[in-house]
């Protein structure tokens, strides 16, 4: 039987790898921090304590999704509105 832990990091890995594509300072820049932060915890075991490293993984991914909303709402602003000085 798999562990379901190993799959809910496994899941969460895949999705930030793929939320960091469009990152402001690069995808390669991205990618070396994420798998630095996933190597510092590899060797975590205790089941609350992944538990807990996933949830703060899924609000990183929702925090990243909105800076990138908003990023894009700021485009999408500029071009259809003037410029106030």
């Avoid at 190993?6 to 899941?11: C, L, N, Y």
């Avoid at 895949?14 to 070396?32: H, V």
Wanted: aromatic share 14%; no cysteine; glycine share 4%.
């Amino acid at each position: 039987m798999a562990n379901p832990a190993k799959s809910e990091v496994i899941r969460l890995y895949k999705t930030l790898l793929y939320i960091g594509r469009d990152y402001p300072k690069g995808s390669a820049y991205f990618r070396e921090r994420l798998k630095a932060a996933f190597i510092k915890n590899r060797d975590e075991t205790d089941p609350e304590k992944i538990k807990h490293l996933v949830a703060r993984g899924d609000f990183v991914i929702k925090e990243l999704e909105a800076l990138y909303f908003l990023r894009k709402y700021r485009a999408m602003k500029k071009r259809y509105y003037e410029q106030e000085e």
